[in-house]
């Protein structure tokens, strides 16, 4: 009875509003059915209880990122890879590849065949990283010099740069050179040789003799007939390729 009468309290019944209410009305559970509510109660507040109890991960012996610890020597929670070690993607087991240079002296041959798409590819991310500066047609007369850079880069149909190796160029665009930064960053190292790859075609086209022309083809070529204006600056020009073509067949 001393234990209903505690359980009754108003104090212990207030957040069971079930139970509360049959002892308003009778001051004691007297029915088998109080009884019954009274033990889900009890039941569902232990395992409410026992539920925030938490024996994971959480409560285990661990180290913050770069905290102190007493474990190691030199008192540093994080630990250096393990010699030889090599991230995901970056063996670079291919020097030449990820270097443009055989030994210490740049190469002067292409890791991969040139197809029209690898000049394609070049042409694109030249015009977008290297033309600010160098112009589309590799003179050094881009954008940025005629706005007052300081130093105008030099012309890709120079001697000295037509003489250059080709890995002489990948390394520049990887390492940078004077008062050009390195493009390591900005350009996968498959594009900066399909870049190596269009500054040669450049360089030939500008540079190009009889020699170099294939049978068949004047030098210079007829310019390209077009259908209607030639375009703006906002729109494309339209080659009329049956009007060039039929030009060609009569020169």
């Keep these: 009875?001393?234990?209903?009468?505690?359980?009754?309290?108003?104090?212990?019944?207030?957040?069971?509003?079930?139970?509360a209410r049959s002892l308003r009305k009778s001051g004691i559970p007297r029915a088998s059915k109080d009884w019954d509510v009274l033990k889900a109660v009890l039941l569902l507040s232990t395992v409410a209880l026992s539920s925030a109890c938490r024996l994971d991960m959480q409560v285990q012996p661990k180290q913050n990122p770069l905290s102190h610890s007493d474990f190691f020597p030199d008192q540093r929670s994080e630990r250096p890879p393990v010699e030889g070690t090599v991230a995901r993607g970056q063996l670079h087991d291919d020097t030449y590849f990820y270097t443009g240079k055989s030994g210490s002296a740049p190469g002067n041959y292409m890791p991969f065949p040139v197809t029209k798409e690898v000049l394609e590819?070049?042409?694109?991310?030249?015009?977008?990283?290297?033309?600010?500066?160098?112009?589309?047609?590799?003179?050094?007369?881009?954008?940025?010099?005629?706005?007052?850079?300081?130093?105008?880069?030099?012309?890709?149909?120079?001697?000295?740069?037509?003489?250059?190796?080709?890995?002489?160029?990948?390394?520049?665009?990887?390492?940078?050179?004077?008062?050009?930064p390195d493009y390591a960053s900005q350009i996968l190292p498959q594009d900066r040789w399909k870049i190596v790859a269009y500054i040669r075609a450049l360089q030939l086209s500008q540079n190009a003799t009889r020699g170099d022309v294939?049978?068949?083809?004047?030098?210079?070529?007829?310019?390209?007939?077009?259908?209607g204006q030639p375009g703006s600056g906002a729109t494309l020009p339209v080659v009329d390729s049956e009007i060039s073509s039929h030009s060609e067949e009569h020169q």
């Design 121 to 180: 590819r070049g042409r694109e991310r030249y015009n977008i990283y290297c033309s600010p500066c160098h112009s589309r047609v590799g003179d050094g007369n881009g954008f940025i010099p005629s706005r007052g850079f300081s130093r105008k880069p030099p012309s890709f149909h120079i001697e000295r740069l037509q003489k250059a190796p080709l890995g002489y160029f990948y390394d520049v665009m990887t390492n940078g050179f004077g008062v050009m």
């Design 1 to 19: 009875m001393a234990l209903l009468r505690q359980i009754a309290a108003p104090e212990s019944s207030a957040g069971c509003p079930i139970l």
């Design 214 to 227: 294939p049978a068949g083809q004047t030098v210079p070529s007829k310019p390209p007939m077009f259908r």
